[in-house]
């Protein structure tokens, strides 16, 4: 079991570096806001879901949701795994008698967390600025969704980060990997003007199955929100990612 | 593995190494190598870049495994050191290594929560000196104040064995007087420290005893005195052979020993008094005062060169 006194003092500190990292602070946090506020200015007016009509705010606070939180756990939890251990920090981390459980399991709490933060924050500035109205019914669709895609996400990005040899490389491979998905997925743009083929190609990744598991609380005026067939797909990509991670991943930079 | 009667360590073995190697696909860095360490003792270890010393230390602190041999620190096979293991050794690593974004007592106070006995933080920063740094990010200090707070993280956990890789590289003269005070201590406090370094100046101002590695195998072990038979090795008498005054001028039993180097007349000899009076009487004659004379005996660095280059040329 972990040592949860342990845990805590870790979770605290990697908060901190987070917080006080202009380039995770600014990326992470306000480039999710940047783009609400001008898709919401570029595109105005309606579009179908599911064959009803709904506004195009409304469509576009899930959506960049999906891109807060995969900023979150993802892109920005990769570029710090690989960073630190490009540089020796998690080598050193090693050295030191704390469970590498300890280490890991805050680090994606940090992702968790960041990804509430996130998605409380778009949904606040979606309800004021766009008068979005989330029924109160589904709001635990919606945090089930929030934190499973963000749990899934970290779990991916400790996958993924073994791929990544350098840490000048991380940015631009994790950004190649998320933006064509952004674009298909529906979360740059509504999901009636892409193409079906190109919906299939989504369907094989996670990043769409999160956006309609987010989608589907602000939509679903009945029931609890709640996308099971969705987040399972999420969570199965999550669960395949941490089988490959405890496999594969690295404290120390490869040896020449 | 080599059976485990034949290495049994005495008592007050911190480390104990038989016959340790390591190969990478057909490359052979270490080629069996034995070292014994002692508590309380600092030992350096020194060998040119390539020679398997990076192998061997990450080898001891559990980083790598090993190919060949029979490895022990505190009494534990580091390939497979419990936790308890890890919480008695204290580890600086070549290059600066902590988030940056934590103050000098976070970072300090984290790596304490690490250990089950941890020194007290303020203590801890005392001891590297950064009493005046303590609230400051770690990447707003100075390359010499960054591997102070290394060392500290290091001494956080109060370990008995501290490994320190090359701790003083890129330091200006007093930062690295300084570092040789913070490891000295380390030596009154009971700490069994492994040193490696590129300053033979360092080794000779630390080391109770240490050990040269060359092309993956130890050429030589002794204190800073003996290594390499330094003691007993032949003092070098120089000086500047006078303008217009003729070498061959020099008695016979001076002339055997004279060598001419780096535009320096260097004697070697076994009795220094009494080849120092023989030149004092030739130099008297010819009416030289000889002013810029020097006696020495090979420095650390000498022994080193010549036991690392024999080794380099042999491969």
Not at chain 1, 200 to 207: K, Y
Not at chain 2, 170 to 178: I, T, Y
Request: glycine share 8%; aromatic share 8%; net charge neutral.
């Amino acid at each position: 079991m972990i040592d949860r006194r342990l845990l805590a003092t870790q979770f605290r500190a990697d908060l901190k570096v987070f917080w006080r990292n202009p380039q995770s602070r600014y990326f992470t946090m306000m480039l999710p806001v940047v783009f609400l506020v001008i898709f919401a200015a570029i595109f105005k007016g309606y579009t179908v879901v599911d064959g009803r009509p709904i506004k195009l705010t409304t469509y576009y606070v899930p959506g960049i949701m999906t891109l807060g939180i995969i900023s979150a756990s993802f892109v920005n939890l990769t570029v710090a795994i690989v960073t630190q251990r490009e540089s020796g920090v998690l080598k050193r981390v090693r050295a030191t008698p704390v469970p590498p459980a300890v280490v890991i399991t805050s680090r994606a709490t940090v992702g968790v967390l960041v990804a509430l933060v996130m998605s409380g924050l778009l949904l606040a500035i979606g309800h004021v600025a766009y008068d979005v109205r989330l029924p109160g019914s589904t709001m635990p669709g919606l945090i089930a969704a929030v934190i499973v895609g963000a749990a899934s996400f970290c779990c991916l990005s400790f996958a993924i980060s073994t791929l990544i040899g350098a840490a000048d490389a991380a940015p631009p491979a994790v950004n190649l990997a998320v933006l064509p998905l952004y674009f298909i997925s529906g979360v740059f743009v509504p999901e009636s003007q892409i193409p079906p083929f190109l919906r299939h190609v989504a369907d094989l990744f996670p990043i769409r199955h999160l956006s309609q598991a987010l989608l589907k609380p602000f939509i679903d005026t009945h029931g609890s929100g709640l996308a099971p067939d969705h987040l399972l797909i999420v969570a199965v990509w999550g669960i395949a990612g941490l089988a490959l991670a405890t496999r594969t991943f690295r404290w120390t930079p490869k040896v020449a | 593995m080599a059976p485990a009667g034949a290495t049994a360590p005495s008592a007050g073995t911190v480390v104990s190494v038989r016959g340790l190697r390591k190969t990478y696909g057909e490359r052979e860095v270490v080629r069996g190598i034995d070292l014994e360490i002692h508590a309380g003792e600092i030992f350096a270890f020194l060998g040119p870049n390539g020679a398997g010393k990076t192998v061997t230390v990450e080898t001891l602190e559990g980083y790598r495994t090993r190919s060949g041999g029979d490895v022990r620190v505190l009494g534990e096979d580091p390939q497979n050191a419990s936790r308890g293991w890890h919480s008695r050794i204290g580890v600086v690593l070549q290059s600066c290594t902590m988030p940056g974004e934590l103050t000098v007592a976070e970072l300090l106070e984290l790596y304490a929560s690490y250990y089950p006995r941890p020194r007290p933080v303020d203590e801890t920063v005392e001891l590297v000196g950064l009493q005046d740094d303590r609230d400051s990010r770690a990447m707003r200090l100075s390359g010499g104040q960054q591997r102070r707070l290394d060392v500290g993280l290091a001494l956080i956990g109060d370990p008995e064995l501290v490994f320190l890789d090359e701790p003083t590289t890129g330091f200006d003269p007093a930062a690295r007087h300084h570092a040789w005070e913070v490891i000295s201590n380390l030596r009154d406090l009971g700490k069994t420290v492994f040193l490696t370094t590129h300053y033979m100046e360092e080794a000779q101002a630390l080391a109770d005893r240490l050990a040269v590695i060359s092309a993956g195998r130890i050429v030589s072990v002794g204190t800073p005195e003996t290594l390499g038979g330094r003691d007993k090795a032949p003092s070098d008498i120089s000086f500047t052979m006078p303008a217009g005054i003729d070498a061959t001028t020099l008695p016979p039993e001076l002339a055997l020993r004279a060598e001419r180097r780096d535009g320096r007349l260097h004697l070697r000899s076994e009795h220094p008094a009494r080849t120092l009076h023989e030149l004092g009487g030739w130099a008297l004659q010819h009416g030289c005062e000889l002013d810029d004379l020097t006696v020495g005996r090979p420095t650390l660095e000498d022994v080193y060169l010549a036991l690392t280059e024999t080794t380099e040329r042999d491969l």
